[in-house]
């Protein structure tokens, strides 16, 4: 059983970073996928950036593009947003997610097997 756990959200200012944590564990084979998706009140969840384990491989929406960036810790079992330039439209609770045996993006939510508990992120001044 594969076991999701976010931290780091927060509330922030307009400009501010803040890099989101997601330690993921449980996983039964080497290929897999975790993403990041978040969801505003009132809106749909949407996907936010994806990484593939085989290769590394990544996968940025454009509304996060050049602000935002994912990346890896294998040895702590960890993935990480990096949210750089934040703007009050990236208010959302942000979830993580996982799904094993791809070895490609997956950016459909509901292509995603295990999922994490949550953490809210609020840019405002």
């Known amino acids: 059983q594969v076991h999701l756990m976010e931290s780091g959200g927060g509330l922030v200012q307009p400009g501010d970073s803040l890099r989101l944590s997601c330690v993921a564990s449980g996983f039964t084979r080497d290929s897999y996928a975790v993403g990041w998706f978040r969801q505003a009140p009132g809106k749909e969840r949407e996907a936010v950036s994806c990484?593939?384990?085989?290769?590394?491989?990544?996968y940025v929406a454009d509304s996060v593009k050049g602000r935002f960036t994912i990346s890896r810790d294998n040895a702590k079992n960890t993935v990480y947003l990096q949210m750089n330039s934040v703007k009050p439209e990236d208010t959302a609770v942000y979830y993580c997610a996982a799904v094993e045996g791809v070895r490609w993006a997956v950016l459909g939510q509901y292509e995603y097997d295990y999922w994490g508990q949550g953490t809210q992120v609020t840019v405002s001044s």
């Open positions: 990484i593939v384990n085989s290769d590394g491989s990544t």
